[in-house]
């Protein structure tokens, strides 16, 4: 389905505000299972929220980044820390939380990320890569807080979901696909294949 009247802008900016609280909700629920009082939680919250965007635009050289132009994502974030601090519990209900939100946040941000280096005149693989230092960027600098090894590094198929909702989006653009349905699909498949290898414990080969 095509939708005419939605521009590439608006499609970015929503998703990434969508993606800041998405991430800065995994941030400050994490931050709750280590214990941290509600400064803490606001603190990773708003590392795990604005990492990634921060990391792709200035890699764009789109300075200051949105997150310091746009007070949206600010509120976006304290908005995210409030919610892990006040309904912990009731978010706790579902099924892996942290995992569920980091895959809902790596999906929106390796769409967005590689989107708007498309956008910005970048080649393929390099918006590729954009869009994937845009989705781990985040989760990196929030396990680093709490002295976990990022996910990036350690677990099931994580930076490679992200490179596939990434390549998804430069194929659907290159098609002329509507940006709705490029980022749709993109997001999609970046958060199957994340749940899916934490659902069959898929990994990445390792040396023997």
Not at 58 to 85: C, H, K, M, N, Q
Request: charged share 15%.
């Amino acid at each position: 389905m095509d939708f005419p009247d939605v521009t590439l802008a608006t499609v970015i900016l929503w998703l990434d505000l969508v993606g800041t609280f998405v991430f800065g909700l995994s941030g400050g629920m994490l931050a709750v299972r280590r214990n941290l009082d509600l400064f803490g939680i606001i603190v990773l919250a708003t590392a795990a929220a604005t990492a990634g965007g921060a990391i792709r635009d200035i890699a764009l050289g789109d300075t200051p980044p949105a997150v310091l132009r746009d007070l949206r994502y600010l509120l976006a974030t304290l908005a995210a820390g409030l919610s892990a601090f006040f309904f912990h519990r009731l978010i706790e209900m579902l099924s892996k939380p942290v995992m569920l939100l980091d895959a809902i946040g790596l999906g929106v941000f390796a769409v967005t990320g590689s989107q708007k280096a498309l956008d910005f005149g970048l080649s393929a693989p390099s918006a590729c890569l954009i869009g994937v230092l845009t989705a781990v960027g985040g989760g990196v600098l929030r396990d680093i807080l709490v002295a976990e090894v990022p996910r990036v590094l350690r677990e099931e198929v994580y930076a490679v979901a992200a490179i596939l909702g990434a390549a998804m989006v430069v194929l659907g653009t290159s098609l002329g696909w509507s940006p709705v349905t490029t980022a749709g699909i993109g997001f999609a498949l970046t958060v199957v294949v994340r749940v899916l290898s934490v659902r069959f414990g898929l990994r990445m080969p390792r040396a023997r």
